[in-house]
């Protein structure tokens, strides 16, 4: 066999990524090396129109055949192989399931589970060419013993070292492209000692991978089919000079390899055939094959092939045409598999395929590692090559684990299932992390697989138990919380455990089995088709059974005797029925329409009990009843409910409050009621079909709320011009939505929603009557959920995560129910009774305060597929129009946190008490994972908006940001940064950095050799911090500070919603760098779309407390994100310093007329001061816009930023008019003085704004703020101050303003002076000239005086000086007195306190306006010349431990916690609970002195008969004592318990 090679450019379609740039590169890269690195071969090509015929015969199968199947990620389809005799046969899955498939879907799928829909059948060669083709149908002859004999004695000794190699294959989903479809199916044989094994040579080579063309083939299998030798597409002989045939002398000995086939399909009639077949090779590489495709409403976001093996993980890069495939990159292991691969599979050792394949499911890779009884999941999704989510299994680990060392995993669209192994299974969500579920199946002792299955509500399960060998598990997990066992699988082929792992192939609900001989089963239609067939069984037999029995309709009577014909009864004939309950919806004004149903009657002598079902406007309510009716109401006490009808179900139509009316009322279609059977003792069963009308507006479309039970029609009316429509819902309600407790909570739930959107509206009318029925309901519904949370709590817990319940609960406003479902029980006495065991006493305190409520709650924010979070008329039902508290902005709750925090808002503290019960019961449980609070870091802004100032502070205060257990399955090492473990980190208080989440990649960007100057390796410092080490050393001869390893518990805080996808090519480039140089930077969202910038932003926007900022986790949100935003400040602040040197320069030359300066420099100087005066004022003008006139003045230094600028350019303007290029301004001969204070003024203001700037220097700018601080501190006293001197100059003005009459003190001054030249003598008098109507007057002008009165705190009193009046000096002594003496002191001491006040917050002021900048800084639009990592999830940080622990001890005492057991809000105490805790504590007392006395019995018993008479009445004395201890107490506990009681 002979095939033919030629050079081709892989590039000639275009990159899937579009860049421009890598698109160039690779271009020029592939001509330069085309011929070294491409052989191309035609394996395989038709015409369009051709159908595949093939030769079978002389196709013996020579091994036993060892069939393996994999699926592609989205399931339809798939691939077998026999590793044996190298066939691949590639088939559509024709029980294709995908997520949330409707009936009419189901109903679709065929009833076989057989997969049989062949797309291409072929056999390849060991060195992966084709080396046959099959017809469709075609099947391979079985093997037997004589075609064994037949082979040769290589392929026996291969065969005994067939575990030197290894295959492992994937097939990809199908891609469309320009109407061609796609699939690739990807084989490679594994070395297990090259590439399974620790091995020092690395073969691998980062290249394009061949590819084959068989021409030889393709022209005999075209020759047998009929078709033209030539296709269209077949390469052009002439323009192909490259072509050359090579022979087949390829070796027979196996060698290792991978090879991806395209096949490409067209699509005829819904069927797929195959229309050309090509082949990628590589012989340097192989490994665990897996395509990775992630799409999102059918458009391909990301894909990747990718191969595992002992180094790493391979990515191979391809274009949309799949024309070319190149192994570009290569990616590191997380570092704790890394280590586990680097000490137990050395070359001398096992392997680590089979380790790898427990770590791979779908596109994610599992890490675990354990650690102090924890073990930690970590969940990489391969896509993004990044941490997705990380949990935490916090068991002991049990010894009999390590035989099943291998771990198996699901994941699904929310949630991730693990198991070890063992038959314990433990159910996460996927976005926090937390704990869903675990259960522990006793019927199995392994677990080989798991799996999601039906829209992944359920999960199968594939264990394996001694006795009954392999057995399947369904555990429902969302609609009965049970599990079913199915172990008369019949025909299920699998029965050898060891075959699981490859006859089995899983993903996305869709599970696929390959038989010994190659027939394929859909394992989720088998257990349907398994179910079916049972239930078929069991309606035969019920049919057979069935004896429907005939209903009596009769009346019922109003309280006045009259006969009620709205409300009709229907019951059994022979039985005498009474309805217990006639109307049971309080909020209807009116009479309406109601029908009643009896469901059980039982009458025993005088004793009867009744089952009522009743169906209202817009309920279904069963109520049940156990009366004796010959007993009077006191001698019911005994009886349940006291002989009253309680009620046991209720389900509402939900319709809006607005629409309930008789037209929308619900009408019954149907009703059927059987007789009793062995499900339940006393309710029969029953099928009840009913209909209501819901109004749908056409501008604000409803989305029904029920599930697929409900069949919709629509009517469309004409009301006033408008076409509204009418949807007509169906429900049905039978028997198992009561017993099946999940149906009959939610639907409890529901109703108290329901019911009290109806109170909320005053549709009860403030009627005391209807007040008290309605709230007795509400009583019921309430203990209806309250018996389920308690004795359930587990399966409370996953009905809340799949129908979210809580949200049901807040807008009920079920305050004490929703305690309970957080908190549970009050406390309980946990004490043990005999005080002496202190052993027993402490492990029971440790299990208690380890256990202190069961979890029935998790917070999330992502919802189940399909569904929304709230209906239209969740957020205003309860408001009246007229009363409505209006936002400036649109909120729409997200999660239940904010929802309890949106739905109380306006409301008196005590009323939003369920805020602080969410706050408590999430920054409590937070301690162990941060995932508990990520629906509060979403909520935080909203706490803020809506003034819970309270509780902000608290919640700030709380354990959950310094003591910390996150980290209990890690190693701190492992995860603080090389630099910060190298350094000596004396002087550091919290240093916050971004944890590690992607995987590190071997890829070289151009940016690479400059930014890793700045950037640590993993394993070497960088050269900054290498500086920064060697300078800390120096002379430092003390040791490295202990550091505390903490993680912000606010995960997704500084994530926002604002687009960062660009692309980066050279033009980018350009552009970015002219727009980072000269143009300012703009506001990427408006003033209304605050909305996207991110929690943390959001809410340093809204908070008004600076308590927040005196917190370490807010200190390393803040630390962390302010060195991107310092960098685009300072910046600013190198243009303001141009601007300023400009300003400086160009002054300094008009002032000294300068011609020494060249006038060409003074106009590029003037015009760079412009250019710069235009990008500075531009900036503040988009500040002012975007942040709104209050916000923008509020901050002083905006004030000071438009003054220094605007002065400035109005100074060089005037100076600008006297400028020439010949001598600049040497022509100007005389200055105005003017223009000289408005140039002194201009200085002045820049040195001002120069200081400010320096607030981005932490050490220089908390000065700033301390001024800021005293400054505003002060204001008050200096108002004071400034009217008490206007005062006095007021009066002063008024006494001296035209002194006429006032006496002037002369001053004359006398002495004698001697001339030396003359010899002469003279005496000297000089007398002071004072006008006291000129300006020598300082009072003679109102400003004046204001200014003179000022200057007497300084001691210049120029009124005692010059005038001689005794109204004078009167106001002199009273001004030096109270303005000097006293005000003067005063200021000086509060300047004191103040300081000190100063010192304590001027830290928070400067964290404060840092966030400030960093909220700012986030809403701006980035310039940068590369893609950067987005903001991380989680935001790590670290400092002294002594730091943290003073924090935490200085705020401990702070929290009150004596308000109720565990909210943060001041709550009245429980008088009964303290009494009740009182008896208790009597009553362990008693036990003790019982015990103690009981002791010195037991002791005196067992004396020696030789025991003296004392020695008897010491003991006697000691029990008398003893018995008067107890007395004592006894009484004083009595008297206690008294006084309790009258003041209660």
Same mark, same amino acid.
């Given at each position: 066999?002979?095939?033919?090679?030629?050079?081709?450019?892989?590039?000639?379609?275009?990159?899937?990524?579009?860049?421009?740039?890598?698109?160039?590169?690779?271009?020029?890269?592939?001509?330069? *090396?085309?011929?070294?690195?491409?052989?191309?071969?035609?394996?395989?090509?038709?015409?369009?129109?051709?159908?595949?015929?093939?030769?079978?015969?002389?196709?013996?199968?020579?091994?036993?055949?060892?069939?393996?199947?994999?699926?592609?990620?989205?399931?339809?389809?798939?691939?077998?192989?026999?590793?044996?005799?190298?066939?691949?046969?590639?088939?559509?899955?024709?029980?294709?399931?995908?997520?949330?498939?409707?009936?009419?879907?189901?109903?679709?799928?065929?009833?076989?589970?057989?997969?049989?829909?062949?797309?291409?059948?072929?056999?390849?060669?060991?060195?992966?060419?084709?080396?046959?083709?099959?017809?469709?149908?075609?099947?391979?002859?079985?093997?037997?013993?004589?075609?064994?004999?037949?082979?040769?004695?290589?392929?026996?000794?291969?065969?005994?070292?067939?575990?030197?190699?290894?295959?492992?294959?994937?097939?990809?989903?199908?891609?469309?492209?320009?109407?061609?479809?796609?699939?690739?199916?990807?084989?490679?044989?594994?070395?297990?000692?090259?590439?399974?094994?620790?091995?020092?040579?690395?073969?691998?080579?980062?290249?394009?991978?061949?590819?084959?063309?068989?021409?030889?083939?393709?022209?005999?299998?075209?020759?047998?089919?009929?078709?033209?030798?030539?296709?269209?597409?077949?390469?052009?002989?002439?323009?192909?000079?490259?072509?050359?045939?090579?022979?087949?002398?390829?070796?027979?000995?196996?060698?290792?390899?991978?090879?991806?086939?395209?096949?490409?399909?067209?699509?005829?009639?819904?069927?797929?055939?195959?229309?050309?077949?090509?082949?990628?090779?590589?012989?340097?590489?192989?490994?665990?094959?897996?395509?990775?495709?992630?799409?999102?409403?059918?458009?391909?976001?990301?894909?990747?092939?990718?191969?595992?093996?002992?180094?790493? %993980?391979?990515?191979?890069?391809?274009?949309? +045409?799949?024309?070319?495939?190149?192994?570009?990159?290569?990616?590191?292991?997380?570092?704790?598999?890394?280590?586990?691969?680097?000490?137990?599979?050395?070359?001398?050792?096992?392997?680590?395929?089979?380790?790898? =394949?427990?770590?791979?499911?779908?596109?994610?890779?599992?890490?675990?590692?354990?650690?102090?009884?924890?073990?930690?999941?970590?969940?990489?999704?391969?896509?993004?090559?990044?941490?997705?989510?990380?949990?935490?299994?916090?068991?002991?680990?049990?010894? &009999?684990?390590?035989?099943?060392?291998?771990?198996?995993?699901?994941?699904?669209?929310?949630?991730?299932?693990?198991?070890?192994?063992?038959?314990?299974?433990?159910?996460?969500?996927?976005?926090?992390?937390?704990?869903?579920?675990?259960?522990?199946?006793? /019927?199995?002792?392994?677990?080989?697989?798991?799996?999601?299955?039906?829209?992944?509500?359920?999960?199968? %399960?594939?264990?394996?138990?001694?006795?009954?060998?392999?057995?399947?598990?369904?555990?429902?997990?969302?609609?009965?919380?049970?599990?079913?066992?199915?172990?008369?699988?019949?025909?299920?082929?699998?029965?050898?455990?060891?075959?699981?792992?490859?006859?089995?192939?899983?993903?996305?609900?869709?599970?696929?089995?390959?038989?010994?001989?190659?027939?394929?089963?859909?394992?989720?239609?088998?257990?349907?088709?398994?179910?079916?067939?049972?239930?078929?069984?069991?309606?035969?037999?019920?049919?057979?059974?069935?004896?429907?029995?005939?209903?009596?309709?009769? #009346?019922?009577?109003?309280?006045?005797?009259?006969?009620?014909?709205?409300?009709?009864?229907?019951?059994?004939?022979?039985?005498?029925?009474?309805?217990?309950?006639?109307?049971?919806?309080?909020?209807?004004?009116?009479?309406?329409?109601?029908?009643?149903?009896?469901?059980?009657?039982?009458?025993?002598?005088?004793?009867? #009990?009744?089952?009522?079902?009743?169906?209202?406007?817009?309920?279904?309510?069963?109520?049940?009843?156990?009366?004796?009716?010959?007993?009077?109401?006191?001698?019911?006490?005994?009886?349940?409910?006291?002989?009253?009808?309680?009620?046991?179900?209720?389900?509402?139509?939900?319709?809006?409050?607005?629409?309930?009316?008789?037209?929308?009322?619900?009408?019954?279609?149907?009703?059927?009621?059987? $007789?009793?059977?062995?499900?339940?003792?006393?309710?029969?069963?029953?099928?009840?079909?009913?209909?209501? /009308?819901?109004?749908?507006?056409?501008?604000?479309?409803?989305?029904?709320?029920?599930?697929?039970?409900?069949?919709?029609?629509?009517?469309?009316?004409?009301?006033?011009?408008?076409?509204?429509?009418?949807?007509? +819902?169906?429900?049905?309600?039978?028997?198992?939505?009561?017993?099946?407790?999940?149906?009959?909570?939610?639907?409890?739930?529901?109703?108290?929603?329901?019911?009290?959107?109806?109170?909320?509206?005053?549709?009860?009318?403030?009627?005391?009557?209807?007040?008290?029925?309605?709230?007795?309901?509400?009583?019921?519904?309430? +203990?209806?959920?309250?018996?389920?949370?308690?004795?359930?709590?587990?399966?409370?817990?996953?009905?809340?995560?799949?129908?979210?319940?809580?949200?049901?609960?807040?807008?009920?406003?079920?305050?004490?129910?929703?305690?309970?479902?957080?908190?549970?029980?009050?406390?309980?006495?946990?004490?043990?009774?005999?005080?002496?065991?202190?052993?027993?006493?402490?492990?029971?305190?440790?299990?208690?305060?380890?256990?202190?409520?069961?979890?029935?709650?998790?917070?999330?924010?992502?919802?189940?597929?399909?569904?929304?979070? =709230?209906?239209?008329?969740?957020?205003?039902?309860?408001?009246?129009?007229?009363?409505?508290?209006?936002?400036?902005?649109?909120?729409?709750?997200?999660?239940?946190? #904010?929802?309890?925090?949106?739905?109380?808002?306006?409301?008196?503290?005590?009323?939003?008490?369920?805020?602080?019960?969410?706050?408590?019961?999430?920054?409590?449980?937070?301690?162990?994972?941060?995932?508990?609070?990520?629906?509060?870091?979403?909520?935080?802004?909203?706490?803020?908006?809506?003034?819970?100032?309270?509780?902000?502070?608290?919640?700030?205060?709380?354990?959950?940001?310094?003591?910390?257990?996150?980290?209990?399955?890690?190693?701190?090492?492992?995860?603080?940064?090389?630099?910060?473990?190298?350094?000596?980190?004396?002087?550091?208080?919290?240093?916050?950095?971004?944890?590690?989440?992607?995987?590190?990649?071997?890829?070289?960007?151009?940016?690479?050799?400059?930014?890793?100057?700045?950037?640590?390796?993993?394993?070497?410092?960088?050269?900054?911090?290498?500086?920064?080490?060697?300078?800390?050393?120096?002379?430092?001869?003390?040791?490295?500070? $202990?550091?505390?390893?903490?993680?912000?518990?606010?995960?997704?805080?500084?994530?926002?919603?604002?687009?960062?996808?660009?692309?980066?090519?050279?033009?980018?480039?350009?552009?970015?760098?002219?727009?980072?140089?000269?143009?300012?930077?703009?506001?990427? %969202?408006?003033?209304?779309?605050?909305?996207?910038?991110?929690?943390?932003?959001?809410?340093?926007?809204?908070?008004?407390? *600076?308590?927040?900022?005196?917190? $370490?986790?807010?200190?390393?949100?803040?630390?962390?994100?302010?060195?991107?935003?310092?960098?685009?400040?300072?910046?600013?602040?190198?243009?303001?310093?141009?601007?300023?040197?400009?300003?400086?320069?160009?002054?300094?030359?008009?002032?000294?007329?300068?011609?020494?300066?060249?006038?060409?420099?003074?106009?590029?100087?003037?015009?760079?001061?412009?250019?710069?005066?235009?990008?500075?004022?531009?900036? #503040?003008?988009?500040?002012?816009?975007?942040?709104?006139?209050?916000?923008?003045? *509020?901050?002083?230094?905006?004030?000071?930023?438009?003054?220094?600028?605007?002065?400035?350019?109005?100074?060089?303007?005037?100076?600008?008019?006297?400028?020439?290029?010949?001598?600049?301004?040497?022509?100007?001969?005389?200055?105005?003085?003017?223009?000289?204070?408005?140039?002194?003024?201009?200085?002045?203001?820049?040195?001002?704004?120069?200081?400010? &700037?320096?607030?981005?220097?932490?050490?220089?700018?908390?000065?700033?703020?301390?001024?800021?601080?005293?400054?505003?501190?002060?204001?008050?006293?200096?108002?004071?101050?400034?009217?008490?001197?206007?005062?006095?100059?007021?009066?002063?003005?008024?006494?001296?303003?035209?002194?006429?009459?006032?006496?002037?003190?002369?001053?004359?001054?006398?002495?004698?002076?001697?001339?030396?030249?003359?010899?002469?003598?003279?005496?000297?008098?000089?007398?002071?000239?004072?006008?006291?109507?000129?300006?020598?007057?300082?009072?003679?002008?109102?400003?004046?005086?204001?200014?003179?009165?000022?200057?007497?705190?300084?001691?210049?009193?120029?009124?005692?000086?010059?005038?001689?009046?005794?109204?004078?000096?009167?106001?002199?002594?009273?001004?030096?007195?109270?303005?000097?003496?006293?005000?003067?002191?005063?200021?000086?001491?509060?300047?004191?306190?103040?300081?000190?006040?100063?010192?304590?917050?001027?830290?928070?002021?400067?964290?404060?306006?840092?966030?400030?900048?960093?909220?700012?800084?986030?809403?701006?639009? +980035?310039?940068?010349?590369?893609?950067?990592?987005?903001? $991380?999830?989680?935001?790590?940080?670290?400092?002294?431990?002594?730091?943290?622990?003073?924090?935490?001890?200085?705020?401990?005492?702070?929290?009150?916690?004596?308000?109720?057991?565990?909210?943060?809000?001041?709550?009245?105490?429980?008088?009964?609970?303290?009494?009740?805790?009182?008896?208790?504590?009597?009553?362990?007392?008693?036990?003790?002195?019982?015990?103690?006395?009981?002791?010195?019995?037991?002791?005196?018993?067992?004396?020696?008969?030789?025991?003296?008479? *004392?020695?008897?009445?010491?003991?006697?004395?000691?029990?008398?004592?003893?018995?008067?201890?107890?007395?004592?107490?006894?009484?004083?506990?009595?008297?206690?318990?008294?006084?309790?009681?009258?003041?209660?």
């Amino acid at each position: 066999m002979s095939f033919n090679k030629k050079h081709e450019n892989p590039h000639n379609e275009t990159n899937v990524d579009n860049d421009q740039d890598r698109h160039d590169n690779r271009f020029k890269n592939i001509i330069k *090396d085309m011929i070294k690195k491409i052989r191309i071969t035609n394996l395989f090509n038709n015409k369009e129109n051709s159908s595949y015929k093939s030769d079978n015969t002389n196709d013996d199968t020579i091994k036993k055949e060892d069939y393996r199947i994999a699926i592609c990620q989205d399931g339809k389809f798939a691939v077998t192989f026999d590793t044996a005799n190298l066939r691949i046969k590639i088939l559509e899955n024709t029980d294709h399931r995908t997520f949330n498939m409707k009936e009419s879907d189901n109903k679709k799928s065929e009833k076989s589970d057989v997969i049989d829909k062949t797309i291409a059948y072929f056999r390849i060669n060991d060195n992966f060419t084709i080396s046959k083709f099959y017809d469709k149908k075609y099947k391979p002859p079985p093997f037997n013993q004589e075609s064994k004999l037949n082979t040769s004695d290589d392929d026996a000794k291969e065969d005994e070292k067939s575990d030197t190699f290894r295959w492992s294959f994937d097939v990809s989903n199908l891609h469309k492209n320009d109407d061609e479809y796609y699939i690739l199916v990807a084989v490679s044989r594994v070395n297990v000692n090259e590439d399974m094994k620790e091995n020092k040579r690395d073969n691998t080579k980062f290249d394009f991978l061949e590819k084959l063309e068989f021409t030889q083939e393709l022209a005999e299998f075209k020759e047998k089919s009929g078709e033209p030798p030539d296709p269209p597409n077949t390469p052009n002989k002439e323009k192909d000079d490259q072509r050359i045939t090579i022979p087949d002398n390829t070796p027979k000995k196996a060698k290792k390899g991978i090879a991806i086939y395209r096949l490409k399909l067209k699509e005829e009639k819904k069927n797929f055939i195959l229309n050309d077949v090509t082949c990628y090779y590589s012989d340097s590489i192989s490994g665990i094959c897996s395509f990775i495709e992630v799409t999102n409403d059918d458009d391909v976001e990301q894909r990747r092939f990718i191969i595992f093996n002992f180094r790493g %993980i391979y990515n191979f890069e391809f274009n949309s +045409h799949f024309d070319y495939f190149n192994l570009n990159e290569k990616f590191k292991y997380p570092q704790s598999i890394r280590r586990e691969l680097d000490n137990w599979y050395t070359d001398s050792g096992t392997d680590c395929m089979k380790r790898l =394949l427990t770590c791979i499911y779908d596109k994610y890779f599992l890490v675990t590692q354990y650690k102090n009884d924890v073990q930690s999941l970590e969940v990489y999704n391969l896509a993004k090559m990044e941490l997705e989510t990380t949990a935490k299994r916090v068991e002991d680990k049990e010894k &009999y684990v390590k035989q099943y060392n291998y771990d198996t995993f699901s994941v699904s669209k929310l949630q991730l299932c693990f198991t070890r192994g063992i038959n314990i299974i433990k159910l996460y969500y996927m976005e926090n992390g937390l704990q869903i579920a675990s259960k522990k199946f006793d /019927e199995i002792e392994k677990i080989f697989l798991l799996e999601f299955i039906d829209n992944d509500e359920k999960l199968l %399960i594939i264990g394996e138990c001694p006795k009954e060998g392999i057995m399947l598990i369904i555990w429902d997990l969302y609609d009965t919380g049970k599990y079913h066992i199915l172990t008369k699988l019949g025909d299920f082929p699998i029965t050898i455990k060891e075959n699981i792992g490859t006859h089995l192939a899983r993903t996305s609900g869709n599970i696929l089995q390959v038989n010994d001989n190659g027939n394929i089963k859909s394992i989720v239609k088998f257990i349907e088709n398994l179910k079916q067939k049972k239930i078929e069984e069991n309606l035969k037999q019920k049919k057979s059974e069935e004896n429907l029995r005939q209903n009596l309709k009769i #009346e019922d009577e109003k309280p006045d005797g009259k006969p009620d014909r709205k409300h009709n009864i229907y019951c059994d004939v022979n039985i005498n029925f009474k309805p217990i309950v006639s109307d049971k919806e309080p909020w209807v004004l009116g009479d309406y329409e109601r029908t009643s149903y009896c469901l059980y009657y039982n009458k025993k002598r005088t004793l009867t #009990e009744t089952l009522q079902l009743i169906v209202g406007r817009s309920t279904v309510q069963i109520w049940h009843q156990i009366n004796d009716e010959n007993k009077l109401k006191r001698e019911k006490e005994h009886l349940p409910n006291k002989g009253e009808p309680f009620l046991e179900y209720i389900w509402t139509n939900r319709i809006p409050v607005n629409q309930e009316s008789e037209e929308t009322r619900l009408q019954i279609s149907k009703f059927e009621c059987g $007789p009793n059977d062995s499900l339940h003792d006393k309710l029969r069963d029953f099928y009840l079909k009913e209909d209501n /009308e819901e109004i749908e507006i056409r501008r604000k479309r409803r989305k029904s709320s029920v599930k697929v039970e409900w069949l919709e029609q629509n009517i469309s009316m004409e009301e006033g011009g408008k076409i509204d429509k009418m949807i007509k +819902h169906e429900k049905v309600i039978k028997r198992k939505d009561i017993i099946e407790k999940f149906h009959a909570i939610r639907h409890a739930c529901k109703a108290l929603e329901h019911l009290n959107k109806r109170y909320k509206s005053k549709f009860l009318a403030n009627n005391y009557i209807r007040v008290h029925e309605y709230e007795e309901m509400i009583s019921y519904i309430k +203990h209806i959920v309250w018996r389920y949370a308690k004795n359930d709590p587990e399966n409370f817990k996953l009905l809340d995560v799949r129908h979210n319940v809580m949200k049901n609960l807040i807008l009920g406003d079920c305050d004490h129910l929703i305690k309970f479902i957080l908190f549970g029980d009050e406390e309980e006495n946990t004490e043990n009774k005999n005080v002496y065991k202190e052993i027993e006493v402490k492990e029971k305190r440790e299990k208690v305060k380890r256990q202190e409520f069961e979890i029935r709650h998790i917070p999330r924010d992502n919802l189940w597929p399909e569904e929304s979070f =709230l209906k239209d008329d969740d957020l205003d039902f309860y408001e009246r129009k007229d009363n409505r508290l209006e936002d400036n902005e649109k909120i729409k709750p997200r999660n239940n946190m #904010e929802l309890a925090i949106y739905h109380c808002k306006g409301r008196e503290l005590k009323d939003t008490i369920i805020v602080a019960y969410f706050l408590e019961y999430y920054s409590r449980n937070a301690t162990d994972c941060a995932g508990w609070m990520s629906s509060v870091s979403k909520a935080l802004p909203l706490l803020f908006k809506y003034n819970y100032d309270d509780y902000a502070r608290k919640l700030f205060f709380k354990e959950c940001f310094a003591d910390q257990d996150h980290f209990s399955a890690h190693d701190p090492d492992d995860i603080i940064p090389i630099e910060c473990r190298e350094r000596r980190n004396h002087d550091i208080k919290f240093r916050a950095f971004k944890p590690l989440v992607r995987l590190e990649s071997n890829k070289y960007k151009w940016y690479n050799k400059f930014w890793n100057l700045f950037k640590k390796s993993e394993e070497n410092l960088s050269l900054k911090h290498k500086i920064y080490k060697s300078l800390e050393n120096f002379d430092n001869d003390l040791g490295k500070s $202990p550091l505390a390893l903490r993680i912000v518990p606010l995960p997704s805080f500084t994530v926002n919603d604002i687009s960062k996808k660009n692309i980066y090519n050279w033009k980018k480039i350009i552009l970015n760098v002219f727009l980072f140089i000269f143009i300012p930077r703009w506001y990427i %969202i408006s003033r209304n779309e605050k909305n996207r910038l991110s929690p943390f932003s959001r809410m340093i926007l809204y908070e008004d407390n *600076d308590n927040i900022y005196d917190n $370490p986790a807010t200190e390393a949100i803040i630390n962390f994100r302010w060195q991107k935003a310092r960098n685009f400040f300072f910046l600013l602040f190198l243009r303001f310093l141009f601007f300023a040197i400009c300003f400086t320069i160009v002054s300094w030359a008009y002032l000294n007329h300068s011609i020494i300066i060249n006038g060409n420099f003074l106009f590029a100087l003037i015009v760079i001061f412009y250019y710069l005066a235009f990008y500075q004022l531009v900036t #503040e003008a988009l500040q002012f816009h975007y942040r709104g006139f209050k916000k923008y003045f *509020d901050e002083i230094f905006n004030s000071f930023d438009i003054i220094s600028i605007v002065l400035s350019v109005t100074v060089m303007s005037i100076m600008f008019k006297n400028f020439q290029f010949s001598d600049g301004f040497g022509s100007v001969k005389v200055i105005d003085t003017g223009l000289i204070a408005g140039i002194s003024f201009s200085i002045f203001f820049l040195w001002i704004e120069l200081i400010l &700037y320096l607030r981005i220097i932490s050490d220089i700018g908390i000065y700033i703020y301390y001024v800021i601080i005293i400054f505003k501190s002060i204001i008050p006293f200096f108002l004071f101050m400034l009217i008490v001197i206007l005062a006095f100059a007021h009066t002063m003005f008024v006494l001296l303003r035209n002194p006429d009459s006032i006496k002037i003190k002369e001053s004359t001054y006398s002495g004698i002076a001697t001339n030396d030249l003359k010899n002469e003598t003279l005496d000297i008098k000089l007398k002071s000239d004072f006008d006291p109507k000129s300006s020598d007057n300082p009072y003679s002008l109102f400003s004046d005086a204001i200014i003179a009165t000022y200057f007497w705190i300084g001691g210049n009193w120029a009124q005692r000086d010059e005038f001689d009046f005794w109204a004078i000096d009167v106001f002199s002594l009273i001004a030096s007195i109270f303005l000097v003496i006293v005000l003067q002191n005063m200021l000086i001491a509060f300047m004191n306190g103040i300081y000190t006040t100063a010192e304590t917050k001027g830290r928070q002021a400067l964290l404060r306006q840092r966030a400030n900048h960093i909220a700012d800084y986030e809403a701006l639009y +980035h310039i940068h010349l590369w893609n950067i990592e987005p903001e $991380p999830k989680h935001i790590y940080y670290f400092g002294q431990s002594k730091t943290l622990e003073e924090w935490y001890a200085t705020r401990k005492d702070e929290q009150e916690r004596d308000y109720d057991k565990y909210s943060i809000l001041v709550y009245e105490e429980d008088i009964k609970v303290e009494i009740e805790k009182i008896k208790n504590m009597k009553n362990d007392v008693n036990v003790t002195i019982e015990y103690l006395i009981k002791k010195l019995y037991d002791i005196k018993s067992k004396v020696d008969d030789n025991k003296t008479d *004392d020695d008897d009445d010491d003991d006697d004395g000691n029990i008398e004592i003893m018995e008067d201890i107890e007395k004592n107490i006894n009484d004083v506990v009595e008297r206690l318990l008294k006084k309790l009681d009258k003041s209660n």
